[in-house]
């Protein structure tokens, strides 16, 4: 589906930039199943991604979170993605310190 698609066309981008343009510019799916498979995508790509496309990804990642909220209710999947979500923002927040301070100790 458009999914796959999107994942296709982020693998063939050649920069950085291109990459994060791809990301930002997918619309969010509306069905549950869509909003689910993406939302474990952005996960995914957030905790195994170089710095370059964080800031993309976290924007996506909480278009979905919100998408879910919407969708999903008050249900045990939705509790499923509150737990990733808040799992992967301290993830990536712990990291982009990390990452601060490593280069400004670098300086």
Known sequence: GRINGFVNRLEKASSTKEKNEIIINFYVPNTKEDIFDFFILAVS???????????????KLDQTYHKARIAFG???????????????M?????????????KL???
């Open 45 to 59: 790509n957030l905790e195994n991604s170089d710095y370059d496309t964080d800031d993309a990804w976290q924007s």
């Open 74 to 88: 008050m249900t045990p999947e939705f509790d499923y993605i509150e737990k990733q979500y808040q799992k992967t």
């Open 90 to 102: 301290a993830k990536v927040s712990k990291r982009g310190l990390l990452y601060f301070f490593t």
């Open 105 to 107: 100790f670098k300086e």
